[in-house]
């Protein structure tokens, strides 16, 4: 990358840094910058990365997105993203969020927390289950620090991949207890039923969607360590929050988990 570019790159990561902080979203970079690439924008997210990291914040491990042929048709795309969770992100099942947001939607997800290292380029689905400790209901909370989600696929690869903040449930189910293809979900707000949904909604399987990142993440120099928890991605559409709501996922003998905003 030029000069120039790099101090794009250091521009547009200080703006969401501020963004968050202020709690003001910023206009989209793809408006700004119409050639602002992919491999731009996970150097944007990454120099975000060394900031947390910097603060004293721990890396608990990824998420993956865009993993539905809805949302790649939607951004133009034909592969996922990821963005970095860290442990300032976390919350338990039946917390009350109390996490900096700004325009929050829930996502139900199934997390995978492994066992084993994952490093590409050649991770297969076997591979993840094989290297699976075991897997547990979640709620992703993605949120945009970009003005009215008005997002490209740059814009929200640099911004962590839209992540806002994660809840996680306390069952803890082996991948051999379970076909993560056909387990269904249903997701309540304020207890009405507004999207239901199934694994098979992941990629095909959402182990598949861990193997992707292991693999992308090859590209980076990075592996998917032992301990890390892996969002895999949403198993229906996102649906928008606000203060004073409670969310409910079950995902059926897989379990549930559940927050208050």
């Not at 042929?69 to 039946?94: A, C, I, R």
Request: hydrophobic residues 45%; contains cysteine.
């Amino acid at each position: 990358m030029t000069k120039v570019s790099m101090d794009f790159v250091s521009t547009c990561a200080s703006k969401l840094w501020e963004a968050q902080a202020k709690r003001i979203p910023t206009l989209p970079f793809t408006e700004e910058y119409p050639d602002f690439s992919v491999d731009s924008a996970y150097k944007v997210q990454l120099l975000n990365v060394k900031r947390k990291l910097d603060t004293g914040d721990r890396l608990v491990g990824h998420k993956i997105g865009l993993t539905s042929k809805p949302m790649q048709q939607m951004l133009g795309v034909n592969e996922p993203d990821y963005g970095h969770l860290f442990k300032s992100m976390w919350y338990d099942t039946g917390a009350t969020i109390d996490y900096p947001l700004l325009q929050p939607k829930v996502e139900p997800e199934i997390a995978f927390v492994l066992k084993e290292d994952l490093a590409g380029p050649d991770v297969s689905l076997h591979d993840v289950l094989r290297a699976t400790d075991y897997v547990v209901p979640a709620i992703e909370v993605i949120d945009s620090r970009i003005a009215d989600w008005k997002i490209k696929l740059p814009d929200t690869i640099a911004d962590n991949a839209s992540s806002g903040c994660f809840v996680v449930g306390d069952q803890m189910t082996r991948i051999t207890d379970i076909d993560l293809t056909t387990i269904g979900m249903a997701m309540r707000r304020n207890g009405e039923i507004v999207q239901t949904g199934a694994g098979a909604a992941v990629l095909g399987h959402p182990a598949l969607a861990v193997a992707w990142l292991a693999n992308k993440l090859a590209d980076y120099d990075t592996v998917l360590r032992a301990g890390q928890l892996i969002l895999s991605g949403a198993v229906s559409a996102a649906v928008a929050v606000n203060q004073g709501d409670r969310v409910q996922v079950s995902f059926g003998k897989m379990g549930r988990v559940d927050a208050r905003f």
